[in-house]
């Protein structure tokens, strides 16, 4: 999995937030897309879900084909982390 972007752009003071419109739950997902018109196929934008918007976001992205991967967010920290050292 490749990271060119972080999670703390969507963030509030203390914890990520979901990206969907007007929800200010905690993220519990990582949804990475890109839009092959837009982006170089290595290219990876976040969206970040709570629970309850998580099928919604990833079936929006998946329509438009601009979903590439879907993890909990502990698990791309982990790799941001581990792609770091």
Known sequence: MTHNVSVSDETSDENPICSAKGCRADAVWVLAWNNPKVHTPT???????????REYLSQFLGVRGFLKDV???????????????
């Open 43 to 53: 290219r990876r934008k976040t969206w970040l879900a709570c629970a309850e918007h």
């Open 71 to 85: 993890v909990t967010l502990a698990e791309w920290e982990s790799a941001g982390s581990a792609a770091d050292r």
